[in-house]
């Protein structure tokens, strides 16, 4: 059996297995559950999911060009990481690194392919973690990437993101 996943990339990136499946924009950036440095692929259960946890992050609106891409995963490669098993405080937004240190064996161990995970913005949906440089991840399948169209009114008259400035507001009190 196989589950799909789903994930906003920019369309720039989302054209090749190679680049959809390189971890490289995390690698780049850093996240929740990873580090500068280490190449990590954030996926979610469902494409509501993934539209939330991509424009939590986008500094300006319009974003950027997008597509949505449905990924096969098997079922036997997902490990799942207890939410009760994760330090207090690990939903805030200026404390990655402790999930990114609970991540860190997993990454390092190759435990599995796949770790799910809560997510931080809506605790009882699931975020999938792909590990790119795990040996199975020829086992992970591209069903499809299509455009994604953002609707029009993200577009705000300042052009600043409303969600992120909700959140950090959020996140300060």
């Known amino acids: 059996m196989s ?4 994930r906003l990339q920019r369309t720039k990136y989302a ?9 490289e924009g995390a690698r780049i950036t850093g996240g929740r559950w990873n580090p500068v440095g280490v190449s990590l692929i954030y996926t979610s259960a469902t494409p509501e999911l ?10 300006f609106l319009p974003p950027p060009s997008c597509n949505l891409i449905m990924i096969q995963v098997p079922d036997e490669s997902v490990i799942k990481l207890p939410i009760e098993t994760l330090p207090e405080g690990w939903r805030s937004y200026q ?8 991540n ?8 599995s392919l796949v770790l799910q995970v809560p997510s931080a913005i809506v605790p009882m949906s699931f975020n999938y973690l792909i590990n ?3 040996p199975d991840i020829k086992q992970v399948n591209i069903i499809q990437s299509e455009p994604f169209i953002f609707d029009e009114r ?6 600043t993101n409303f969600m992120s400035s909700l959140f950090d507001e959020m996140t300060e009190s």
């Open 15 to 23: 054209h090749s297995r190679e680049d959809i499946l390189s971890g």
């Open 50 to 59: 993934a539209h939330s946890e991509y424009i939590i992050h986008q500094k």
């Open 154 to 159: 993200y577009s705000a008259p300042n052009n």
């Open 104 to 111: 860190e064996v997993w990454l390092k161990e190759q435990q």
């Open 95 to 102: 404390k990655y690194g402790i999930t990114q240190n609970t």
């Open 3 to 6: 589950m799909v996943v789903y």
């Open 132 to 134: 790119p440089l795990h």
